[in-house]
């Protein structure tokens, strides 16, 4: 091997070899995760006030939220972009009885994209017999700000 005889290109080789590493490990990687996300304006901009239908999951898992809370009754996960975290929602159709009311949003999901909610519950059971439905949502309050309450809700 005539490579492994020469100083100079044993230290060309390694210098090249840096750069190489140097330049991936600053490399930027473009990220797709939100290439496929639906456009959250082809449904509109929702407001504090707004009623509309979303799609409802449960969940059961997991022992704090996004926001640092931990899980219970009352807590739902939905997409940041348009239920950002600290919003106040109202189920009011689409569920039985016991599972209308008033839902926090303490989480996010990698899942719950768009008109999506994904509401907590302690059983496993429970959550997986709720399935996925169709329910009626208004939005009470957009994030924490009092100031993005529904009319009347101030």
């Keep these: 091997m005539h490579f492994s005889r020469s100083l100079r290109r044993k230290l060309l080789a390694t ?3 840096v750069a190489g590493f140097v330049l991936m490990y600053e490399a930027t990687v ?10 959250i304006s082809e449904s509109g901009t929702l407001r504090a006030g707004t009623r509309t239908d979303f799609i409802a999951t449960a969940y059961c898992k997991g022992l704090t939220t996004k926001s640092g809370v931990g899980v219970q009754s009352g807590i739902a ?8 975290v600290g919003s106040v929602v ?29 509401l907590y519950m302690w059983s496993c059971n429970e959550a997986i017999s709720f399935g996925r439905r169709e329910v009626g949502l208004t939005v009470l309050r957009l994030g924490w700000s009092p100031r993005d309450s529904a009319p009347g809700m101030k």
């Design 15 to 17: 210098a090249l070899t």
């Design 30 to 39: 473009i990220d797709s995760r939100g290439a496929s996300r639906p456009s």
């Design 77 to 84: 996960a939905g997409d940041p972009l348009l239920l950002p």
């Design 90 to 118: 109202q189920i009011d159709h689409g569920v039985q009885e016991r599972y209308r009311g008033i839902y926090t949003v303490m989480d996010t999901g990698g899942k719950v994209l768009g008109k999506h909610v994904d």
